[in-house]
């Protein structure tokens, strides 16, 4: 099993108030270039292992290569792990285009705006797994985001839903159940004629970019990171540094 090399760059915990009367705030961390200067941002959404220190490590990244990065805690505020993980999961099938998972990223998104440190015009998501289902259905209803990119998950339903997202990448492992989900978006895109860069990884399997699990595959993980980070800069400004460091 790989182990997690985390770039020297300088994280913090915030809370983000939501919108609901009486919620309890969203916990996100927050990693940054050090200058201060205003930055493109990425909204970072996790899998079912929730704001852990792998995508904290992701976080560091993004900010290692230019970005302002803020990964989202989705489960914050739940006294009920896996009761939460239920219904972020159902919400997502049931309502994948209007529900509380997406109002705590648009809020997120709302607060990244607004700060000094960040170039309001740019800002982008990225999500794995249960999180990259919640990055693509954002990137349909939320006219702010600039690109998303969507590792092993579901797509939004309707497909039709597509017609309105911004730019996308997509990465898929060739050994498992979404690599049809990959497929399937790749045409959709095709057909609505969205900006996008959609692959599927052969014999790579789910999780393959989380180096902390027996799944990760490093090629794959390689590959499919230097591809989001050239998609980003291409529809997001290309201010951010391709720093050999960013490479897992």
Known sequence: MAVTVTAQVPAEDVLIPRARPGAAPLLACL??????EPRPAI???????GLND???DIA???????????????????GNHRLCILRLMSA???RPLKNKGLSDLRRSIDWLQARPEVDANR???IGFCMGGGYALALACVESDLRAS??????????????????????????????????QKLDAALDRYNIPHDVK??????????????DGYHPEAAADSWQRTLAFFAEHMGRDVEDSPETTP
Not at 43 to 49: G, K
Not at 152 to 172: D, F, H, M, T, V
């Open 123 to 125: 800002v982008g998501a």
């Open 200 to 213: 599927i990884y052969p014999g790579a399997g789910h999780s393959f970019f989380n180096d902390t699990l």
């Open 60 to 78: 560091r990244r993004f900010a290692d290569a230019g970005y302002v990065a803020l990964a989202v805690d989705l489960f914050s505020g739940s």
């Open 149 to 182: 990119s969507a590792f092993y998950c579901a797509n939004p339903c309707p497909l039709s839903a597509l017609k309105r997202a911004c730019p996308i990448a997509g990465s898929y492992p060739e050994d498992d159940w979404s690599a049809r989900s990959g």
């Open 54 to 56: 792998n995508i904290r």
């Open 43 to 49: 909204v970072i959404i996790h899998e079912l292992y």
């Open 92 to 94: 997502l099938a049931l």
């Open 31 to 36: 990693a940054r270039p050090a200058d201060g």
